[in-house]
Antibody, heavy 119, light 111 residues
């Protein structure tokens, strides 16, 4: 069964960093890219960036330049998204999504990780 | 590329059709000949799931009551007969160029 399982909810203080993991199973991890998308409470979807799993190349949305780092551990079939200098408006559900390299469909999504930033 | 959806909400009687429009500020036709426009649905409390890719191709397992059309900068998602399970938010998305962008979302309610 193809799935992405994300790490659990986090509560962080402003200025801190958070790392969310996304563990894949049921397919060859390095054959698909991983994208990260977030959703603030009651809001729409916001694309954050992508990670090419075979090589490690990344691309980030300008909103997150200098604050986000996307990496992976191929041996563990796991992708990571670290966001630093957290602010209250970073409170959101963070999703990882698998991207098919031919169609670029985000065809498998993680269950989401709620990150709450509060003092 | 900015994506604009209309309407932002609609209320539909079961069995009736629904239509959502999505326009982009630039053509989504890539030099490779493909158009990178997708439709996703997010049911309450769930992760998004793909319905349509490349404007009009239904993803595996998506019922044929969903159809996509359009070209260039103007696209439409149609549901031929709305059912209660179709409630949720619908988003268009482009991956023609970075940064990838979503529309604001359209909330589909069932009357």
């Amino acid at each position: 069964q193809v799935q992405l399982v994300q790490s659990g909810a986090e509560v962080k203080k402003p200025g801190a960093s958070v790392r969310v993991s996304c563990e894949s199973s049921g397919y060859t991890f390095s054959s698909y890219d991983i994208n990260w998308v977030r959703q603030a409470p009651g809001q729409g979807l916001e694309w954050m960036g992508y990670l090419i799993t075979n090589g490690g190349k990344t691309g980030y949305a300008q909103n997150f330049y200098g604050r986000v780092t996307m990496t992976s551990d191929t041996s563990m079939s796991t992708a990571y998204m670290e966001l630093s200098s957290l602010r209250s408006d970073d409170t959101a559900i963070y999703y990882c999504a698998r991207a098919n390299r031919t169609t670029y469909v985000f065809d498998v999504w993680g269950q989401g990780t709620l990150v709450t930033v509060s003092s | 590329i900015e994506m604009t959806q209309t309407p932002l909400s609609l209320s539909v009687t079961p069995g009736q059709p629904a239509s959502i429009s999505c326009t982009s500020t630039q053509s989504l036709l890539h030099s490779d000949g493909k158009t990178y426009l997708y439709w996703y649905r997010q049911k309450p409390g769930q992760s998004p799931q793909v319905l349509i890719y490349a404007v009009s191709s239904r993803f595996s397992g998506v019922p044929d009551k969903f159809s996509g059309s359009g070209s260039g900068t103007s696209f439409t998602l149609k549901i031929s007969r709305v059912e209660a399970e179709d409630l949720g938010f619908y988003y268009c998305m482009q991956t023609k160029e970075l940064p990838y962008t979503f529309g604001q979302g359209t909330k589909l309610e069932i009357k």
